[in-house]
């Protein structure tokens, strides 16, 4: 992810770029593929390394694509870029008459010019609409899923992608809204809200909306939805000796990225007395990673928004 773009002038540096570049190894050149491009910080690293890298780009997000269509025109027919999720790579392969990537990055998580962006209701530090969709012209945004589920379901999400342990005193005060012909609408409504319900903000502590809308945005954007399938079937998608890397902002999200490097790497997690593995493990990879790699001091205070990035990668074998 990129920080603030302020007056849109150039972005930040992206997270962890040299430690991603160094998995990555672009320098060896071929295709690569920037899952989730954002503003494209991490696929101007990768095209800079060699004149000979191509880069794919997808993103959901129209505004980011535009921008970064911009940003990396001076690299010509060596970028291409499309409007998709994660998740259809292969399909976003095949429309780009591509095969045989050499690295594929996914960076997960929402970028800053999604979170600068107050009518797209991702921060509550502007008072806008409750959106939060990537991609803002389909699906639900956060203002439906909040007066559409039953208090049971929005506690469950913001529990577990939130990991907001007073999940059911915000629930039932959201539910209390709307049975009042309140219903939540606004960024600024809805931390109000979750301050009330879950209790100040203390110096130097995490707003206390910041995990509610968390959730709500994974919720909204099907985050963790089919992930594990995706390391899978980019892993599948790689040349011998190419590169995979996952950057992920959620604890949720670095669980599924580890559970599949480990699968991918020969591990089985059956139970000893089974007789034939049943979990898929298959040893296809070389995990590059012993431990999730961390942005150090000088980015986190260079940029606050990195200092919960974790970075996984692997080279298959």
Same mark, same amino acid.
């Given at each position: 992810?990129?920080?603030?773009?302020?007056?849109?002038?150039?972005?930040?540096?992206?997270?962890?770029?040299?430690?991603?570049?160094?998995?990555?190894?672009?320098?060896?050149?071929?295709?690569?593929?920037?899952?989730?491009?954002?503003?494209?910080?991490?696929?101007?690293?990768?095209?800079?390394?060699?004149?000979?890298?191509?880069?794919?780009?997808?993103?959901?997000?129209?505004?980011?694509?535009?921008?970064?269509?911009?940003?990396?025109?001076?690299?010509?027919?060596?970028?291409?870029? @499309? =409007? %998709?999720?994660?998740? /259809?790579? $292969?399909?976003? #392969?095949?429309?780009?008459n591509e095969r045989d990537p050499n690295g594929i990055?996914?960076?997960?998580?929402?970028?800053?010019?999604?979170?600068?962006?107050?009518?797209?209701?991702?921060?509550?530090?502007?008072?806008?609409?409750?959106?939060?969709?990537?991609?803002?012209?389909?699906?639900?945004?956060?203002?439906?899923?909040?007066?559409q589920l039953p208090e049971s379901e929005i506690a469950?999400?913001?529990?577990?992608?939130?990991?907001?342990?007073?999940?059911?005193?915000?629930?039932?005060?959201?539910?209390?809204?709307?049975?009042?012909?309140?219903?939540?609408?606004?960024?600024?409504?809805?931390?109000?809200?979750?301050?009330?319900?879950?209790?100040?903000?203390?110096?130097?502590?995490?707003?206390?909306?910041?995990?509610? @809308? =968390? %959730?709500?945005?994974? /919720?909204? $954007?099907?985050? #963790?939805?089919?992930?594990?399938?995706?390391?899978?079937?980019a892993v599948d998608l790689l040349i011998p000796n190419?590169?995979?890397?996952?950057?992920?902002?959620?604890?949720?999200?670095?669980?599924?990225?580890?559970?599949?490097?480990?699968?991918?790497?020969?591990?089985?997690?059956?139970?000893?007395?089974?007789?034939?593995?049943?979990?898929?493990?298959?040893?296809?990879?070389?995990?590059?990673?012993?431990?999730?790699?961390?942005?150090?001091?000088?980015?986190?205070?260079?940029?606050?928004?990195?200092?919960?990035?974790?970075?996984?990668?692997?080279?298959?074998?």
């Amino acid at each position: 992810m990129a920080a603030p773009l302020g007056g849109r002038g150039a972005p930040h540096r992206p997270v962890l770029l040299e430690e991603t570049i160094k998995f990555l190894a672009p320098e060896r050149g071929g295709l690569f593929v920037d899952c989730t491009v954002g503003l494209g910080g991490h696929s101007e690293a990768i095209l800079n390394s060699s004149q000979n890298t191509r880069v794919l780009g997808m993103d959901l997000d129209p505004a980011a694509l535009a921008y970064t269509r911009q940003r990396l025109a001076p690299f010509g027919e060596r970028f291409h870029a @499309f =409007q %998709a999720n994660f998740r /259809a790579l $292969n399909a976003v #392969l095949q429309q780009a008459n591509e095969r045989d990537p050499n690295g594929i990055l996914v960076d997960l998580g929402v970028s800053s010019l999604q979170f600068d962006s107050p009518e797209r209701g991702f921060s509550f530090r502007f008072d806008a609409p409750l959106d939060m969709r990537m991609d803002p012209t389909r699906g639900d945004t956060a203002a439906d899923l909040l007066q559409q589920l039953p208090e049971s379901e929005i506690a469950r999400i913001i529990f577990e992608y939130g990991e907001e342990r007073h999940s059911r005193r915000i629930a039932r005060r959201i539910v209390e809204c709307r049975e009042q012909g309140k219903p939540i609408t606004t960024t600024t409504e809805l931390a109000d809200l979750v301050r009330q319900a879950a209790g100040g903000h203390k110096r130097n502590q995490i707003h206390p909306a910041t995990r509610t @809308f =968390q %959730a709500l945005r994974i /919720a909204v $954007n099907h985050e #963790l939805e089919g992930l594990g399938e995706f390391v899978e079937s980019a892993v599948d998608l790689l040349i011998p000796n190419g590169r995979f890397a996952g950057i992920s902002f959620h604890s949720l999200e670095d669980r599924i990225l580890k559970r599949e490097l480990k699968k991918l790497s020969g591990h089985c997690e059956c139970p000893p007395r089974l007789p034939v593995c049943a979990c898929g493990a298959r040893e296809v990879v070389e995990v590059l990673t012993r431990r999730p790699v961390a942005p150090g001091f000088s980015e986190i205070d260079e940029n606050p928004r990195a200092r919960s990035a974790k970075l996984r990668a692997c080279r298959k074998l």
